[in-house]
């Protein structure tokens, strides 16, 4: 789903069941809303594949359904221009592997760095004024016990 580079291009699919016509415009093809439709697949599904787009183009799919055209960004977008913006082709070359990566020195655990308190103040609940019942305090967190240091 989405966008997927490859080494000819990018393929483009998306989940659209009730439209009549889907294409995607973008700065490959300088936002032309019929050179690149998507062909119907099972299940409301559409695609296609378009030879030269790559990452970091930008990019909008086009629904079309009973005369009217809606211009939708990707669900699966992984970057976009800004929330009302444009989705953008990704780049899957960057490597996410750090071989050499080691904690700083003197770093512990985040369980021995901090320990759960209870910093809520007491709940106070008051019994409707009608009834005998005196007043009681909830104190959160009474019932649990302090980790010990």
Not at 12 to 26: C, K, L, S
Not at 111 to 135: E, V
Request: proline share 10%; charged share 20%; net charge negative.
């Amino acid at each position: 789903m989405g966008a997927i580079p490859h080494s000819t291009g990018t393929t483009f699919r998306v989940w659209a069941p009730h439209a009549e016509e889907v294409n995607v415009i973008g700065t490959f093809n300088d936002w032309s809303s019929k050179s690149h439709p998507l062909q119907p697949e099972a299940d409301g599904y559409w695609a296609t594949d378009v030879a030269g787009a790559k990452p970091g183009d930008e990019y909008r799919f086009l629904l079309c359904n009973n005369g009217q055209e809606l211009s939708k960004n990707d669900p699966y977008a992984r970057e976009v221009t800004h929330s009302a913006g444009n989705s953008v082709v990704p780049n899957h070359d960057f490597d996410w592997e750090d071989d050499h990566f080691e904690m700083p020195p003197g770093t512990r655990s985040l369980s021995t760095r901090f320990m759960w308190a209870p910093s809520t103040p007491p709940i106070r609940i008051s019994p409707a004024p009608s009834t005998t019942l005196s007043r009681s305090w909830i104190i959160c967190g009474s019932w649990a016990s302090m980790p010990s240091k």
